[in-house]
């Protein structure tokens, strides 16, 4: 699950979560999950205690979860106290949790170990106006630079063959290898971002390269 903005109504009638990942195999398998570039807002904080990214799994299942760039902002009681649980474990059996650059409102950012969290943050930190919906991160936000790369390509890599040229075929070979590297990590949809640049030339046939082996743009 990647680079969404989930708002989570806290007067639900239920507990609510913005993503529960829950890892289940009754043939004993193994369970994949990558969790990245997510951010969870609590709207509307009611007096129910509501999760940011919770997570379990079954005894028979290997859960592998991987939770990385994420910014969670909970909500608080009139007393000023977190009913917020921005990560949550509920059960956790066999397998790897890794988390990294997570920010939370309250204090579990960095409950399960990794590196790079930042606890105890505002949405007035984060967001430009997160009341109004509006989600873009504010020239001074604590989420600047915080996050991780999860995969990347240039043209300065010797094995790729293309140092000192610049064309239109080196950066569909670019594409296909961001492709290639980003779904190795799980990551199967991005938001692509041309910088200001004409949708043409070299900037469309990375976008399409890329496109064509398996990234959705």
């Known amino acids: 699950m990647t680079n969404n903005i989930v708002i989570i109504d806290g007067t639900a009638g239920t507990t609510p979560a913005g993503i529960y990942a829950y890892g289940t195999d009754g043939s004993s398998g193994t369970t994949n999950m990558y969790i990245y570039n997510n951010s969870i807002y609590v709207a509307n904080p009611g007096s129910m205690n509501n999760y940011g990214v919770r997570f379990a799994n079954s005894a028979s299942c290997t859960l592998n979860i991987t939770v990385e760039n994420n910014v969670v902002i909970g909500s608080v009681t009139s007393l000023n106290a977190s009913i917020t649980y921005a990560f949550n ?15 939370s409102s309250d204090g579990t950012a960095d409950d399960f170990s990794g590196s790079n969290h930042q606890i105890n943050v505002t949405a007035e930190n984060i967001f430009t106006d997160a009341p109004n919906n509006v989600f873009s991160l504010t020239k001074t936000s604590l989420a600047l630079n915080a996050g991780k790369t999860v995969a990347s390509v240039s043209s300065l890599e010797k094995s790729l063959g293309v140092v000192g040229k610049n064309n239109i075929e080196v950066a569909a070979k670019l594409g296909k290898e961001i492709a290639t590297r980003a779904l190795k990590k799980g990551v199967k949809e991005v938001v692509f971002d041309r910088g200001g640049f004409l949708y043409h030339g070299k900037v469309k046939a990375l976008a399409d390269a890329a496109r064509e082996n398996g990234l959705k743009l």
Do not use: L
Not at 89 to 103: A, L, M, R, V, Y
């Open 89 to 103: 474990q509920i059960t956790f059996n066999t397998g790897t949790k890794q988390f990294n650059n997570n920010i």
